[in-house]
Structures are given as structure tokens and as C-alpha cells.
């Protein structure tokens, strides 16, 4: 009853394809009636709640498929394929995006972490992975339709905004997403640091030894956690996220020199060699039979 409630709230106050603001800092609803083929993405840490249709990601060739049953959490900066396919106006793609608050998620990962020794979820030395798909579960289900209630009460929303956002963090925390959150948002976030790092500085030239260094680790263990949370390792990494951010540019209309420039390129063949290689075709080939092919059009903000 609760989730049927959800998609009535966003069903109601998204009569056109795109985003609508809730009134909750981080909390929007969005509607998708045109199919979405996977496209180069990069996902900033989100939570999505989809209520009617269905999204996909891939990151390394691994499929994230997540509909009415499965919510998807993203607690890194990701590059990513992403789509959804079978949008239509019969079956439109309907759904609640939250864009993760750090402050608010660390005040309450720190407090978790204080009344149960630190020592919730995985073992030691194990990293989660960045994506991650949980079930709807009561809570989460429940602390959702609280917030959403909120929708076009601008006084309460206001009042009680945080209160609830908070509540459904809780939530979250607490399901099968909470351990990749905590790993992200808690004390010891190393390698969401480093991720930080890096993707803030994607036309910079950064070694592994530099980002080892600043999280004080070896660099065969820095290697190894970081492949543990983004399935990549930090080489794949940054090229992943230079070429996914390039192809976003390129597909919103940015020549293929300055889309290269911008992601630090400094060869424009050498762009085009591993745009290639990761795309099977020329950028510029790429450009004409993708107009517009920006996967991350439902979840990159």
C-alpha cells in the first residue's frame, strides 16, 4: 500500500518527461516515457527508487538491474553505461532520485558506529563494492512515502525536511545497501577519498603512488581495495571516467577536441585510439549514430 502510494505522488507530479523538485534539498521525481539505450554515464553517489518501469547500469561488463523490487545505491563516483530500454508512455520509467548528503550521512554513520563497537558488516580489510541494489523493504518503503508526503508543503517541508531525509538515510543504512555506505561515508573512507580525488582532477596527470600515499597505503593494497569497490583498477579507472566523460560531452554537442582537451587528452589521436577501443567506433562516428546519447540523462546531475 505504502509503495503504490510513492508511485501515485510521483505519477501525479511528473506530468512530463525530466526532473521535478520536491521541496527536500537532494530529492527530486522523474519520468521517462522514450527508451534510453545505454550510454556512457558517470553517477555521482545517488540513491534511485524507481516505481514503475525499469533502469539499467553496467560497470565492467556486471549488469545493475533495479525496478519496483530492487532500489539502487551508488556511494561513488562512477563512469558507467546506463539506459532504460523499455520506457514508453504505456510503461513509463517512473522513480525518486536522492542525491546522497555527505555531512547527513556521515553525522549518522559515525553515530551507528559508536553504539555498536565500529565493527558492523564485513570483515577486515574487505571493501564493498560502490553500486549496489537492495530490496524495498518495510522501512526503506515506509520512511520514503514519510518524506514524499512532505511534497508541495512548503512550510513542512522546510521544518521537517531534514528530519525525515535523515530517517530514510537510516533506513538505507540499515538495509542491504547500509555496508557500501558505511565503508563510503564512514571514518577510515580512503578509497572514496582517492576516488574524490581523482575524479575532481580528471585533466591532471595523478600516479597510483601519489593516491596510495594519500591514503596511506602500500600500493598492492591500495590496488586491491580499490579494484574491490569499483571493479576497476585505479588505470582502468580514470580512463573509464576521462572517456564516459567525453562522450557525454560529445553527445551534448562539444567538439571532439575540446570534449578531449577537457578530460586530459593531449593527443587528439590518442583520444581517438581508446574512444575507439572502448566505444567500437571513431568519436566522431560515434557522435552522428548517438545524437544525444547521454546515458546518465535520468541520474547524472
Given at each position: 500500500?505504502?509503495?503504490?502510494?510513492?508511485?501515485?505522488?510521483?505519477?501525479?507530479?511528473?506530468?512530463?518527461?525530466?526532473?521535478?523538485?520536491?521541496?527536500?534539498?537532494?530529492?527530486?521525481?522523474?519520468?521517462?516515457?522514450?527508451?534510453?539505450?545505454?550510454a556512457?554515464?558517470?553517477?555521482?553517489?545517488?540513491?534511485?527508487?524507481?516505481?514503475?518501469?525499469?533502469?539499467?547500469?553496467?560497470?565492467?561488463?556486471?549488469?545493475?538491474?533495479?525496478?519496483?523490487?530492487?532500489?539502487?545505491?551508488?556511494?561513488?563516483?562512477?563512469?558507467?553505461?546506463a539506459?532504460?530500454?523499455?520506457?514508453?508512455?504505456?510503461?513509463?520509467?517512473?522513480?525518486?532520485?536522492?542525491?546522497?548528503?555527505?555531512?547527513?550521512?556521515?553525522?549518522?554513520?559515525?553515530?551507528?558506529?559508536?553504539?555498536?563497537?565500529?565493527?558492523?558488516?564485513?570483515?577486515?580489510g574487505?571493501?564493498?563494492?560502490?553500486?549496489?541494489?537492495?530490496?524495498?523493504?518495510?522501512?526503506?518503503?515506509?520512511?520514503?512515502?514519510?518524506?514524499?508526503?512532505l511534497?508541495?508543503?512548503?512550510?513542512?517541508?522546510s521544518?521537517?525536511?531534514?528530519?525525515?531525509?535523515?530517517?530514510?538515510?537510516?533506513?538505507?543504512?540499515?538495509?542491504?545497501?547500509?555496508?557500501?555506505?558505511?565503508?563510503?561515508?564512514g571514518?577510515?573512507?580512503?578509497?572514496?577519498?582517492?576516488?574524490?580525488?581523482?575524479?575532481?582532477?580528471?585533466?591532471?596527470?595523478?600516479?597510483?603512488?601519489?593516491?596510495?600515499?594519500?591514503?596511506?597505503?602500500?600500493?598492492?593494497?591500495?590496488?586491491?581495495?580499490?579494484?574491490?569497490?569499483?571493479?576497476?583498477?585505479?588505470?582502468?579507472?580514470?580512463?573509464?571516467?576521462?572517456?564516459?566523460?567525453?562522450?557525454?560531452?560529445?553527445?551534448?554537442?562539444?567538439?571532439?577536441?575540446?570534449?578531449?582537451?577537457?578530460?586530459?587528452?593531449?593527443?587528439?589521436?590518442?583520444?581517438?585510439?581508446?574512444?575507439?577501443?572502448?566505444?567500437?567506433?571513431?568519436?566522431?562516428?560515434w557522435?552522428?549514430?548517438?545524437?544525444?546519447?547521454?546515458?546518465?540523462?535520468?541520474?547524472?546531475?
Amino acid at each position: 500500500m505504502s509503495k503504490e502510494r510513492i508511485r501515485e505522488i510521483v505519477a501525479r507530479r511528473t506530468s512530463a518527461d525530466g526532473f521535478v523538485e520536491t521541496g527536500v534539498e537532494g530529492v527530486q521525481l522523474f519520468r521517462l516515457t522514450t527508451p534510453l539505450h545505454c550510454a556512457p554515464a558517470v553517477y555521482e553517489p545517488c540513491v534511485v527508487a524507481i516505481v514503475s518501469g525499469s533502469k539499467e547500469a553496467i560497470v565492467d561488463s556486471q549488469r545493475y538491474r533495479y525496478d519496483q523490487q530492487k532500489y539502487f545505491c551508488c556511494t561513488l563516483s562512477m563512469p558507467v553505461e546506463a539506459g532504460a530500454p523499455e520506457a514508453s508512455p504505456k510503461n513509463p520509467l517512473l522513480g525518486v532520485y536522492l542525491s546522497l548528503n555527505t555531512r547527513v550521512l556521515t553525522e549518522l554513520t559515525i553515530a551507528m558506529g559508536s553504539v555498536s563497537d565500529g565493527r558492523r558488516g564485513s570483515q577486515v580489510g574487505s571493501q564493498p563494492p560502490g553500486l549496489a541494489l537492495a530490496s524495498w523493504d518495510e522501512k526503506f518503503t515506509d520512511a520514503l512515502l514519510r518524506l514524499l508526503e512532505l511534497e508541495g508543503k512548503q512550510e513542512e517541508a522546510s521544518v521537517l525536511g531534514e528530519g525525515r531525509l535523515r530517517e530514510l538515510y537510516y533506513a538505507i543504512l540499515k538495509g542491504e545497501a547500509g555496508e557500501s555506505l558505511r565503508h563510503s561515508f564512514g571514518v577510515g573512507n580512503e578509497v572514496g577519498r582517492a576516488i574524490h580525488h581523482l575524479s575532481s582532477r580528471l585533466s591532471e596527470v595523478v600516479t597510483i603512488e601519489e593516491l596510495a600515499a594519500r591514503a596511506g597505503m602500500s600500493r598492492a593494497v591500495f590496488h586491491r581495495k580499490f579494484k574491490q569497490a569499483t571493479a576497476m583498477s585505479p588505470i582502468q579507472f580514470v580512463k573509464s571516467m576521462r572517456l564516459n566523460k567525453a562522450a557525454m560531452r560529445i553527445a551534448q554537442g562539444m567538439t571532439v577536441n575540446e570534449a578531449a582537451q577537457e578530460v586530459g587528452y593531449q593527443s587528439s589521436s590518442q583520444f581517438s585510439r581508446d574512444f575507439k577501443k572502448r566505444y567500437g567506433q571513431s568519436p566522431k562516428i560515434w557522435s552522428q549514430s548517438n545524437p544525444g546519447a547521454v546515458g546518465g540523462l535520468v541520474l547524472e546531475k
